[in-house]
């Protein structure tokens, strides 16, 4: 199979930079794969799992936030606002986070916190089911 390089970056540092098989992407209209030589485009991501394959076929499991997704078809570049390793997400914390978000979009919070509160509920979904789906195929 062909590689292609990709970057892999959140606002605070470099997840990943090499060459890959392929990338899996939670697209804000559906989850797509990327491939060496995919036509060129942009396109929004929304919360989810990414997975990428290095060129060794080790597989990279990602819980992101929103990002944005770019291939010129020879390389590409995600750039994500909030990402965690699923080897680095605490079940324990995604649930006792996910709580505190429930707690305070029920409590009627000012919009801003509201809106955070959502964001962090979204995101504490997400890392429950990669770690989960992670955790039941090491089984």
Do not use: C, W
């Amino acid at each position: 199979m062909t590689n292609f390089h990709i970057d892999i970056l959140t606002l605070d540092r470099e997840i990943f930079s090499g060459e890959v098989t392929s990338v899996t992407l939670p697209g804000v209209e559906g989850v797509f794969t990327a491939l060496a030589k995919h036509m060129a485009f942009v396109t929004p991501l929304t919360f989810g799992e990414v997975v990428y394959r290095d060129a060794n076929n080790k597989q990279t499991n990602l819980s992101i936030a929103r990002g944005v997704f770019s291939t010129d078809g020879k390389s590409a570049t995600l750039l994500i606002e909030d990402a965690s390793f699923a080897s680095e997400i605490s079940e324990e914390k995604a649930l006792a986070a996910r709580q505190r978000a429930e707690e305070l979009i029920k409590k009627g919070v000012s919009k801003e916190d509201k809106a955070a509160a959502i964001y962090q509920y979204r995101k504490s979904l997400v890392d429950i089911r990669v770690v989960r789906k992670l955790r039941n195929v090491a089984r």
